[in-house]
């Protein structure tokens, strides 16, 4: 295994309660110090991708039931979401839910369960030195904060656990453009001054391709394309499906396109 790949799934398939197939053959890797992108349109498959690797499948009832998730050189498909996070591979789930009844700054520190007893206060400051609008909110109950800032919180929180793999579900999802853009230069930045390795799942395709180094397009529990992300901003598929513009620049919706061919990698 190549010294760089921290992250290795080798054609898994996720089944959920014995009967609902969700992912069918799925491979991709990651390197250390990366952001890789994984982009589709709902229900693609993405969020159980991303569960597959976390451990949260357990909770719900699916598996790995083909395949293997190779983390560091060892399997760690189908093991518990606490083994997993001690491991340093740290879900940021899509919704941003904090404790509603907990300050910012609890909250915050939340994020340290996996290692009590270690001192904390730099992580603090590492945090409100990204997140600066939650200086102000420190003492403030969570359940009072905008979407921004829960988001902001989420992923500080995260980060606070030092993780070594960091999987973002949708922190793009329901908020302004101006938070969008803020939100994705956060991630673009401590990838680049802390060295996190960053797993992104978005629909928003646009803003994704523009941090990531490499990313693969999701359809149907299959990945269907991959390549560098400054390539995929550039193929005419992704720009018509994903990006919205077709190559005379007219904006295209999915339905009015009769043939649906693409370069497509079957598996």
Not at 1 to 27: A, F, H, P, R, T
Not at 90 to 118: C, D, H, M, S
Request: proline content about 4%; aromatic content about 8%; some cysteine.
């Amino acid at each position: 295994m190549e010294d760089n790949l921290l992250l290795q799934i080798n054609n898994i398939s996720v089944v959920y309660s014995d009967v609902i197939q969700v992912l069918k053959g799925v491979s991709l890797e990651i390197k250390k110090g990366q952001i890789v992108s994984l982009l589709g349109s709902n229900g693609a498959g993405k969020t159980t991708t991303l569960k597959a690797i976390s451990g949260l499948l357990k909770p719900e009832n699916g598996k790995v039931t083909e395949g293997s998730i190779i983390y560091q050189g060892r399997p760690i498909h189908n093991s518990s979401p606490e083994e997993i996070t001690r491991l340093g591979i740290i879900q940021v789930l899509e919704g941003r839910q904090p404790f509603k009844y907990l300050t910012v700054e609890e909250n915050l520190r939340v994020g340290t369960a996996t290692r009590w007893g270690k001192p904390y206060k730099k992580d603090l400051e590492l945090v409100y030195h990204y997140f600066q609008p939650l200086v102000a909110r420190k003492n403030r109950l969570a359940g009072y904060c905008s979407g921004g800032e829960l988001q902001m919180l989420v992923m500080g929180r995260a980060l606070m656990a030092q993780p070594k793999l960091l999987l973002l579900d949708e922190p793009s999802l329901g908020l302004a453009p101006f938070l969008v853009r803020e939100i994705f230069e956060i991630v673009k930045r401590i990838n680049e001054e802390q060295g996190t390795t960053i797993m992104l799942v978005e629909q928003n395709a646009n803003m994704a391709l523009q941090i990531a180094h490499y990313g693969y397009v999701m359809e149907n529990g299959k990945i269907v394309m991959e390549d560098e992300a400054a390539k995929l901003r550039e193929n005419p598929d992704v720009k018509e499906f994903y990006l919205g513009t077709a190559t005379s620049g007219a904006l295209k919706s999915y339905k009015d396109v009769k043939a649906y061919k693409r370069r497509k990698r079957w598996l």
